[in-house]
């Protein structure tokens, strides 16, 4: 009966998270920038922009956070320098970089395309497209969809960032990474990441993608031996193996989370192992 | 072939000389969705067999131009009692969904559900607990032998299901408006809702026609909402 009851809950819940002021109502039944539009442009910046690292090393340090909710940057800041201080040589943040709203985009982005050692690579999480987010997000940041080479001393890995911030890929990010995928063996690593988290460990009232898209996923990454998937939106750190893939959820970086942590990720021709680092 | 292969279900599952009454339901779906790479189609057969407050089902899904989805795509299997038939008729049900997504992925669902009906309303609330596994033949065929952990389960996963009828419950013809997460060989998560448009029609006593638009959102009343897909299946179900 308890079960009941609170299921019953969870069923009002599904209609609106909370009374936040951060909650963009009208986005919650109709999106301004569709995730096939928000491909097609990001492929449009990407034609313009390779991202690509070149270590004269055996070993790279990356740093991994996610949900810092811009508004505050106390958090991220600290995780800044640290970056810098540490060697790593990105720094990428998950999804929900923003509330959405322009002048946290604005803020972001002082901080993000600020001069630093280090690269900063992005993906746009449900908050960051908010209120007309994917405008500004676009204007400060471009692309949502792309992939990250690291070459380092014999070997390339591939890091795939995907935009799932509307619930799922769409059916052109979803064929543009299985054609990535073909090219599988030009990589030691490959590692995923994306905002929302496909697996779910607790009952919770956050959204992920629909099962049909998670079989294809879950299919497809075991099949192509992806080392690692980094997700967010959970705000709450989980881990899970599933064949030769690693699923991870990372904490939040938002100022007031009590438990705010990053994931330093150590890649190499030895693989990929990482760490979670409290703040 | 097929009505062999569902004969020789019949046959076992409801032996010669039983008493009760047998249904059964053939429908067709075609579908498009963000990673079916086009347009799909499926074939769903189900059976059920009742007997006093009890019965049992059974059914077989099929699908054919969808990504990289195998042929047999859906094994279910229920049993269902009904509770306090006198005062406030609940309908129990057990169930068991295998979705075999290819060689390599499986994703199998256990799901305990109520349903009650009003005269224009039928609600359904449960919970389900879902598990994929990857095979370890076809992983060792992939030459990924070393991997151990095989299997991810799912916390559970609310079901529920509200169906709103024009006309009153069992009449001749009707239309109906459902919200749910599940169909009969799909049980989504709790927080992505499909919407499903419904029509039935009583051709003859023992057989009835039904059609169903189902529409896919992605994301909707919790993240930004975004088109997923869309399925429309029609068939006839009869009894005897």
Known sequence: MAILKRNHLLLLLLFGTSCDKNLDYKGLFYSESAVNLRYEESMVWNRAHSREITVQDTVYKMIFTGDTHIGGVSNLNKVMEIAAASGAVCLAIAGDITTGRPDDFARAAVLLNATAPYEVALTTGNHDLFFGGWQWYYRYFGSSVYTLKVHYIQNTDLFIFLDTGSGTLGSLQYAWLKDELLKRNNYRNVVVVTHLNLIRNLMTSTTNLLVQEMNALLDLFARNRISMVIMAHDHARYTERFGNTTYITLDALVDDDPDASYLMLTGGTKGVTYRFVEL | ??????????????????????????????????????????????????????????????????????????????????????????????????????????????????????????????????????????????????????GITEYRNLVYRLTWYLKPIGSVWNLSLSLTDFDDFLIQRGTNPMLAFGFEKVLQPDLELFSQLWYQGAGMFNLQADYFGFYFKTGIRWQF
């Open chain 2, 1 to 150: 072939m097929k009505h062999i292969l569902l004969y020789l279900l019949i046959v076992f599952l409801f032996p010669p000389g039983s008493i009760g009454q047998i249904a059964f339901s053939d429908y067709y779906t075609f579908g498009s969705n963000a990673v079916s790479e086009g347009l799909y189609f499926q074939d769903n057969i189900l059976a059920r067999y009742a007997y006093g407050k009890f019965s049992l089902g059974a059914g077989v899904q099929l699908t054919a131009g969808y990504s990289d989805q195998q042929l047999l795509s859906g094994l279910l299997l229920e049993g269902t009692t009904t509770l306090f038939a006198d005062r406030f008729p609940v309908v129990v049900s057990l169930l068991f969904l295998r979705r075999p997504y290819s060689r390599l992925l499986s994703e199998n669902n256990f799901s305990l559900t109520v349903q009650h009906r009003w005269k224009h309303l039928e609600l359904i609330l449960g919970n389900n607990i879902r598990i994929w596994r990857l095979s370890r033949n076809e992983m060792r065929q992939l030459g990924m032998s070393g991997a151990t952990d095989l």
